[in-house]
């Protein structure tokens, strides 16, 4: 038996719709009456916050951090995630688990026939998933927003 | 081949994403006015709590085995409802939205190029792991055989999710196993008639002659029964009517008898109805407001009235509205009845940026505009009807019961799960 990462592979599976979901249109200045102005030749879109935040709008979810558990990775208390359930972790993903009733955050290390969840506060001791337990993740973090 | 996709215990399926205690345990959601049980989890049907129970018999029962009970979260439920027809959308263009909780989609042409059974698999698995929400997919070719279909492969673990109805045997099979009053578009009286009949399966139906159906079940009978023998009748309504008008009404927890409590209510609506228009950057030339007593109380005098005001210049402003939608309720009022709902509607809805001006027009309407905006950004971050008019009371003495609400985990900054370390 394998460890069971759950769904691997599941986002090269989307078929069709990557085509049905960019077909926004571009802003191209405003039209007016009068002369044209050679600078609309050189407008670019502005930036899209949730364009660059949010790869997958239906899957998306905020989370804030309760705790520093994390810190070593810069997390901290306050901070807003954004949370990916659709997105595949790789090595080095930190992950959200939701066990008891509580989401936790754990950086996902592969090894040969484990995988390791970390917290990056020293203090904490890694847990250890063997070949056969099944590890469910709640989503994987994409984004940590922190107001200064 | 047509699918239909139904989320599992859906109202409870939403909570549980949220909140993994609830996993394994039986879990109910209960009707507007914490009146009785609209979902529940298998674990809760298993305990016997029936659909639509009422609270108050089965109380006993729920603390006895610790049931996990909830008010209605319909912001949460419709934000996951988008959520997974969204990622519906990425499989199929064609998908009509049936309820809340299902949609279906039309895999015409699809048969060529996937196999179908492969391709809902991973529908399901996608939709499980990207919003938590597990569902059921029924795949035949109508409507009304994918509806069963759905159902099997909610009620039968072995079918993995999904459920495919494509040739002539399992088309029979089906039918056989499917008890009259489940099917599609069969209502309670027919069900009771054909069951006087000792029909008592769709297989049943389906035996009786065509001329039969037709002159006893008129049209929509004969649709049925044609669909329940494979051929297509009943399209896909994939075209979404343009919003023309917006509801807002509610039923009260307890009958309202007098004028200051009922217009509260009413004044109420039309704020969350005017938070709409500007939602969707539109404005109202019209409002309804209607009231009604209850219907169930034939022991009371009964009344229900409506009536339409005219806007002079058409608004999405809560002042300009609730004021014409107070006076309207002042014609309607009549003090001797109890009241048991009362709502109102935005009509003739026009965009924001087409509103015909009137020369006459005393309002500021730059002023009302960015009041309105103050308004809308402070309830969008601390929760509906945090900032509101007066005239809209406090609703102690109407509003209906939810004592037992989930957070809003998606759409609410306060309200946003918070990780344990």
């Not at chain 2, 639509?52 to 439920?77: M, P, R, W």
């Not at chain 2, 309002?363 to 929760?383: P, Q």
């Not at chain 2, 007066?390 to 609400?405: C, P, T």
């Amino acid at each position: 038996m394998e460890t069971k990462i759950v769904n691997a592979g599941l986002n090269r599976l989307i078929p069709i719709a990557a085509e049905l979901f960019a077909s926004e249109v571009p802003l191209l200045g405003i039209v007016s009456a009068g002369f044209p102005s050679e600078a609309f030749n050189y407008t670019e879109e502005s930036i899209d916050f949730n364009r660059m935040l949010i790869k997958h709008r239906e899957t998306t979810f905020c989370l804030w951090a309760g705790g520093d558990s994390m810190r070593g990775d810069g997390i901290f208390k306050g901070d807003l995630l954004v949370v990916d359930k659709l997105e595949e972790p790789y090595d080095n993903s930190i992950v959200i688990f939701s066990i008891g009733g509580e989401f936790t955050l754990k950086r996902l290390k592969y090894h040969a026939n484990y995988v390791e969840l970390l917290s990056s506060n020293p203090e904490m001791e890694s847990i250890i998933v063997r070949e056969g337990e099944e590890l469910k993740r709640w989503g994987v973090l994409r984004f940590v927003i922190k107001k200064f | 081949m047509f699918a239909l996709v139904d989320c599992n215990n859906f109202f409870v399926s939403c909570e549980r994403v949220f909140d993994s205690r609830l996993e394994g345990k039986p879990v109910i959601v209960l009707s507007n006015n914490d009146g009785c049980a609209i979902a529940r989890s298998n674990e809760a049907k298993a305990l016997g709590i029936k659909m639509g129970a009422n609270y108050f018999e089965i109380e006993e029962l729920c603390k006895k085995h610790d049931v996990q009970v909830f008010s209605t979260n319909f912001v949460l439920y419709a934000d996951m409802s988008l959520r997974v027809r969204g990622l519906l959308a990425k499989f199929c263009p064609e998908i009509e939205d049936y309820s809340i909780d299902e949609s279906f989609l039309d895999f015409s042409g699809f048969e060529q190029y996937f196999d179908l059974k492969t391709y809902c698999s991973r529908i399901a698995k996608t939709v499980k792991q990207g919003t938590g929400i597990p569902v059921s997919i029924g795949v035949a070719p109508t409507k009304t055989l994918a509806k069963i279909a759905s159902r099997f492969a909610k009620k039968y673990s072995g079918y993995k999710d999904v459920c495919i109805i494509d040739s002539e045997e399992k088309r029979t099979k089906a039918l056989q196993r499917c008890a009259i009053g489940d099917v599609w578009g069969i209502g309670r009286r027919y069900t009771k008639r054909l069951l006087a009949m000792n029909i008592t399966t769709a297989y049943d139906f389906t035996q009786l002659s065509r001329a039969w159906v037709r002159k006893n079940m008129a049209v929509t009978g004969e649709r049925t029964y044609r669909e329940l023998l494979g051929e297509s009748c009943v399209k896909m309504e994939t075209i979404e009517p343009d919003r023309q008008t917006i509801m807002v009404s509610r039923s009260f927890g307890k009958m309202i008898g007098d004028y200051a409590t009922l217009s509260e209510a009413v004044a109420t609506y039309t704020g969350m109805g005017a938070a709409k228009l500007r939602k969707q950057k539109s404005c109202a030339k019209a409002v309804l407001v209607f009231i009604h007593t209850n219907h169930f109380r034939a022991d009371l005098p009964q009344y229900s009235r409506h009536i339409v005001v005219t806007l002079p210049v058409a608004s999405n402003s809560t002042p300009e509205l609730l004021h014409y939608a107070l006076e309207g309720l002042k014609n309607i009022f009549q003090p001797q009845f109890l009241y048991k709902k009362a709502g109102v509607m935005m009509m003739e809805i026009v965009p924001e940026n087409a509103v015909q001006g009137n020369l006459f027009d005393k309002i500021d309407r730059v002023k009302h505009h960015d009041l309105m905006k103050v308004l809308d950004s402070v309830n969008e971050k601390y929760g509906r009807n945090t900032l509101k008019f007066a005239v809209m009371g406090d609703g102690k003495a109407w509003k209906i019961k939810q004592e037992r609400l989930s957070p809003c985990y998606t759409t609410r900054l306060l309200d946003f799960p918070v990780t344990k370390s």
